[in-house]
């Protein structure tokens, strides 16, 4: 019998479209099999956004509230100090995340804003959190640059299928992501890289955005698939709502194509409802941003996600990498809290 959770790298379009044609509950089941095999199915890894920069970015993606293209009433703001970044990264330490994203909205970092992000590398991974970047594209030099200060992961996504992909950006190509991500590779970094669904797109682009992310030299760490949020003033606010049961498909099948990738539900947790995120963590999915933001659009309440963790009997994943385990604490010690207060409603 072939091995269903081998990690393989030559999926074909045809054996893709078998995935997402299963049956559901087929698929379902085949993709929380192959979960077992990699991971505690019980436990979700939980990870902070912050906007290190926001706005004014010059890229042209349509789904983006931060491009500089569209009005949406944004506000700008320029790189975050370093220090602020900081205080930022340990309250998202006290408030349990184990790692800890920085995002700024540009083409590519410019020079003169490198040493600052250098800096707040150094300094968040100081805290014992892991680091994560996302700040358009990079060359080897920067790639090199920002491993050494001790990044841990880059997220660049690939949005989209190579075919559809000029819909939706115009001011950098398919290939551009693609090397970035060999550069983020070369220089010894882990890769979050992901897509958007619900753009516009065919079941023919799912399977060839999973396939190109499948079929890289080696998987992506994490896999972010976000559901779009449409947000007014940007050129897909009017997109035709994505049928939930195609996202939950689309994680499920993420999930056996890299069996050992961490599958995130990223953008759009917002508009999914408890149980449809609780059968998306069925499908395979066990990563979440974790706070009020991600990025500039709403994010769950911590406060809902601690009552959906405890009425799943989900716990946050432990850390490998350190001893310190402060964040784990803190948030059993939430669990534990909103334990006490469902009691107390109870009596
Ligand atoms: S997705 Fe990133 S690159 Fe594209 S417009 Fe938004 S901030 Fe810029």
């Not at 436990?43 to 569209?70: F, M, N, R, W």
């Given at each position: 019998m ?11 379009e045809?054996e893709?479209?078998?995935l997402?044609?299963l049956?559901f509950?087929?698929?379902?089941f085949?993709?929380q099999?192959?979960h ?9 890894q ?7 920069k926001t706005?004014?970015c010059?890229?042209d993606?349509k789904y983006?509230?931060?491009s500089g293209?569209?009005?949406t009433g ?5 790189l ?5 970044v900081l205080?930022k990264?340990?309250a ?5 995340s184990t ?5 700024a909205?540009w083409k590519?970092?410019?020079?003169k804003d490198?040493?600052?992000?250098i800096?707040m590398?150094?300094?968040v991974?100081?805290l014992?959190?892991?680091t994560?970047m996302t ?12 491993a050494?200060?001790?990044?841990d992961?880059y ?5 989209t299928?190579p ?7 115009t001011?950098?190509s398919?290939?551009?992501r ?17 897509g958007i669904l619900?753009?516009?797109?065919t079941a ?8 190109q992310?499948?079929n890289?030299?080696q998987?992506?760490?994490s896999v972010?698939?976000?559901?779009l949020?449409?947000v007014k003033?940007t050129?897909?606010?009017n997109?035709e709502?994505l049928?939930r049961?195609d ?5 499920a ?5 890299m069996?050992?990738?961490?599958v995130r539900l990223?953008?759009g ?10 059968m998306?963590?069925?499908a395979?999915?066990n990563?979440?941003?974790y706070?009020?933001?991600l ?5 769950p309440?911590t406060h809902?996600?601690?009552q959906l963790f405890r009425?799943l009997?989900?716990n946050?994943e432990q850390?490998?990498s350190d001893?310190d385990d402060t964040?784990?604490?803190a948030?059993?010690r939430?669990l534990?809290a909103?334990q006490?207060?469902?009691r107390?409603?109870e009596a």
């Amino acid at each position: 019998m072939q091995d269903t959770a081998a990690i393989r790298h030559d999926w074909t379009e045809d054996e893709v479209r078998a995935l997402f044609e299963l049956p559901f509950n087929d698929l379902l089941f085949r993709a929380q099999t192959v979960h077992r095999q990699h991971f505690d199915p019980n436990e979700v890894q939980v990870s902070t956004l912050l906007s290190i920069k926001t706005g004014a970015c010059p890229e042209d993606c349509k789904y983006c509230p931060q491009s500089g293209h569209y009005n949406t009433g944004l506000e700008k703001e320029r790189l975050m100090q370093v220090e602020k970044v900081l205080e930022k990264a340990r309250a998202a330490k006290a408030s349990g995340s184990t790692r800890f994203c920085m995002g700024a909205a540009w083409k590519h970092p410019a020079e003169k804003d490198m040493p600052y992000v250098i800096e707040m590398v150094k300094g968040v991974k100081a805290l014992g959190l892991e680091t994560c970047m996302t700040l358009g594209m990079l060359d080897q030099d920067k790639a090199g640059r920002l491993a050494e200060a001790g990044l841990d992961y880059y997220n660049h996504n690939l949005d989209t299928s190579p075919e559809f992909y000029d819909k939706i950006i115009t001011t950098r190509s398919y290939q551009d992501r693609l090397d970035t991500l060999h550069h983020v590779r070369e220089s010894g970094m882990k890769i979050c890289s992901g897509g958007i669904l619900g753009m516009g797109e065919t079941a023919t682009d799912r399977i060839g955005l999973l396939r190109q992310l499948a079929n890289l030299p080696q998987h992506p760490e994490s896999v972010p698939i976000n559901m779009l949020v449409k947000v007014k003033g940007t050129p897909l606010e009017n997109a035709e709502d994505l049928d939930r049961f195609d996202f939950i498909r689309t994680i499920a099948v993420a999930r056996i194509m890299m069996p050992a990738s961490h599958v995130r539900l990223s953008a759009g947790r917002e508009q999914m409802s408890d149980e449809m995120q609780a059968m998306t963590f069925f499908a395979g999915a066990n990563s979440i941003f974790y706070g009020e933001c991600l990025l500039t659009t709403p994010n769950p309440e911590t406060h809902r996600d601690l009552q959906l963790f405890r009425r799943l009997g989900i716990n946050p994943e432990q850390r490998i990498s350190d001893a310190d385990d402060t964040q784990e604490q803190a948030i059993m010690r939430d669990l534990q809290a909103e334990q006490d207060s469902a009691r107390f409603y109870e009596a």
